[in-house]
């Protein structure tokens, strides 16, 4: 990869994107969201494509933020929001077993 990925569960998501050459950004945007203390707070996605917005989530999930930051994502942008692995609020959800899934969707 020309970039570093934060896990090796992002490193197996963009072996798949650069296998099946799909152009993508690694934490390419920042979406604000609004916290439950009214604090806006920044959200960085792991990958963005032209027509996705892709998070990788690990087995541990925090969720009252996460589900902030996944809704933000959804609501923030044209671009579909995709989760791979623990499921939270998304537009398409891919268990991680099934991770290879992610080219159907280009």
Not at 1 to 19: F, K, P
Not at 42 to 60: H, Q, S
Not at 70 to 96: F, L, N, Q
């Amino acid at each position: 990869l020309d970039h570093i990925v934060r896990s090796t569960w992002e490193l197996r998501v963009a072996e798949l994107l650069n296998r099946e050459s799909v152009d993508y950004e690694y934490e390419g945007i920042t979406i604000e969201y609004t916290d439950e203390k009214d604090k806006i707070r920044r959200y960085t996605p792991d990958f963005v494509t032209d027509e996705y917005i892709i998070e990788v989530k690990g087995i541990y999930v925090k969720e009252d933020r996460v589900d902030k930051k996944a809704k933000a994502g959804m609501r923030k942008s044209e671009k579909e929001y995709v989760v791979i692995g623990t499921k939270i609020p998304c537009d398409i959800h891919i268990p991680w077993n099934e991770n290879a899934n992610i080219v159907q969707l280009f």
